[in-house]
Structure formats: C-alpha cells, structure tokens
Nanobody, 120 residues
Framework: HLQASGGGSVQVGGSLRLSCAGS????????VGWYRQAPGKQREWVAA???????KYADSVKGRFSISRDNAKNTVYLQMNSLKPEDTAVYYC????????????????WGQGTLVTVSS
C-alpha cells in the first residue's frame, strides 16, 4: 500500500505539501490518486496524475491544489494552497496498477492516511 505523509495543522489560507511514497516501481510507473475523508463523510477523490504526468482535479480543489510526481524519488506530491476549513480531512493516496486510471474512492485497499486540519 502507498503511504501518505506531511499532514498537519494550518490556518485558513495556509499551505501544506503532502507526500505519497511506495516501495518498488509500482508508484513510479502507475497513475496515482489523492483522496480525502472528512469526519462523518465518505471518502472522495481529490486529484490524479497518470504515469505520463497528465493531471486532473476535483472541482472543489481546482486552482488551489497541485499534484506532481518525482519518479527519481518514487514519490507523488500534493501541494495544497489557500487552504479552507472544508479541506480538513484525512488524506490518502492510492494506485491500482494502471498507467492511466486511479482507484475509486470505495476501493478495498488503503494505506495509512495523513490528517490535515485547517482552522480559522
């Protein structure tokens, strides 16, 4: 499973960069998605990046979040800017072995997430 890290507590308008790391070549050659689950809510998809570097974002984070990958470090990042209280959630990353598609939010297997708390 992929492991997310880098979460923390920030004030409204602040920034955080999350990291997603995995062993072997799986992360380097596959599409990776970021997801989040707020308290009392279902997990939702946030952003995705294909093996070729194409990106896509949920409307709620478009223009504020940026997903990128560093294949040399076998790591995918989620840069989060202009954070809002509604961004508070546990953030996860995941992959399903496809170069273009990422798992749905109800995928069965998940690694450890990282908590992001945005306060006003």
């Amino acid at each position: 499973h992929l492991q997310a890290s880098g979460g923390g507590s920030v004030q409204v308008g602040g920034s955080l960069r999350l990291s997603c790391a995995g062993s072997g070549s799986r992360l380097r050659i596959n599409a990776v998605g970021w997801y989040r689950q707020a308290p009392g809510k279902q997990r939702e998809w946030v952003a995705a990046i294909t093996s070729g570097g194409s990106t896509k974002y949920a409307d709620s984070v478009k223009g504020r979040f940026s997903i990128s990958r560093d294949n040399a470090k076998n790591t995918v990042y989620l840069q989060m800017n202009s954070l809002k209280p509604e961004d508070t959630a546990v953030y996860y990353c995941n992959s399903q072995g496809s170069r273009w598609l990422v798992p749905s939010p109800d995928y069965k297997y998940w690694g450890q997430g990282t908590l992001v708390t945005v306060s006003s």
